[in-house]
Every structure is written in C-alpha cells, then in structure tokens.
C-alpha cells in the first residue's frame, strides 16, 4: 500500500472524535499539575502564540495565550495519542476547536482567522477545508478511541514538569473515564 502525503497548513483544525469528548489534560490532571505544565508552555513560547505569534492582548482578551493539547490519530487502530502542548492565542485556539467554535457563535472569528494565517484568499478554499475537517471529524466519531496519554506524562514527569501524584491522578483519571488505553 502507498502512503499520500498530507497537505499541512501552518494552522488547522483539530476536531476530536465525539467518543473522547472530554478526555483532556485539564479534565484528567489535579488543577495544580494543569497550572504547572501550561505555565512551561506559555514560558516557552514567551506568552506568544506559536503559530500566528500574536497575543490574546492585541485580540481584546484579557491573557495571552492558551494551552492547546496537540493529538495524533491513527485511523487505522483507532488509538488517539497526546503528542504535546502548544501555546496558542485565543484565535487559534478558536480554529483548533473549530466545531466548538461555530457551535458558540465564532464561526466568522476562525473562517477570518484561518484565512489570514494561511493566506488563503477564497472562501471556497475555506469552505472546502470545512467540508474536509468535519468529513474526517464524522467517519473517526463512528469508532471508539483508545486514548493514549501516559508516553506523554512521563515525558513531563522525567522533565520535572509534572510530578509522580499528577500523573497517577492522571491515569486514575483516565481509567474512571472509561478512556483506558495507555502506551
């Protein structure tokens, strides 16, 4: 079997498939292990977004950045694996989400933003991006995931980013969630 190379975009959408809705770092670690590990990557990125290098402050909001967890699908085993964390202002972090975002009024927000960021200058472009996204988004909702995120917290673990109670919380986390794969 051949493999396609993907067309990749400086910013996309990342739509999680429906049945992990709600497995996410903030949702899994203690507030204080969240607060750690998001607070490296805004340091990291001094508090500008990594992908459009703008801040929260020049988009009237009141923070610079956000965290965004970065996921890698495999549509073949259905596992979805947490591969990192990026800082993002709020517009971007609009585009990631994009569903969520046209599900609460900003969908003008991200067909503007994405437009820019990627220097697309049609709406067909935008609108066939869309079709593509929520397509994707449609056929991987129909399986069920297996959520990977332990590789990744002992990554930060061994960085002393996190420590030992928030990745068990993590994982006990995890398992009450019926999200139960791990690396």
Known sequence: M?????????LEAE??????????????????????????????ADHKCEICGETGFTQN???????HESWEYDDVSHTQTLTGIQALCPRCHMVKHYGRSMSVGGLNV???????????DASDMILLYEQLIFDTHSMRSRFRW???????????????????????????????AKYDGED
């Not at 493999?3 to 975009?9: A, D, G, H, L, N």
């Not at 909001?61 to 965290?67: F, L, P, S, T, W």
């Open 61 to 67: 909001r009141n923070h610079a950045v956000e965290a």
């Open 2 to 10: 051949r493999k396609v190379k993907m067309i990749r975009f400086p």
């Open 146 to 176: 297996e959520v990977r995120v332990e590789k990744q917290l002992r990554k930060w673990l061994d960085a002393g980013i996190l420590k030992q109670r928030d990745v068990d919380k993590a994982l006990e986390n995890l398992k009450k």
């Open 15 to 44: 739509l999680v498939p429906t049945g992990t809705w709600g497995a996410n770092l903030r949702a899994l670690l203690p507030p204080s292990g969240w607060n750690r590990l998001r607070s490296h990557y805004y340091e990291k």
């Open 110 to 120: 991200v067909r503007e933003h994405i437009a820019k960021v990627n220097g697309w």
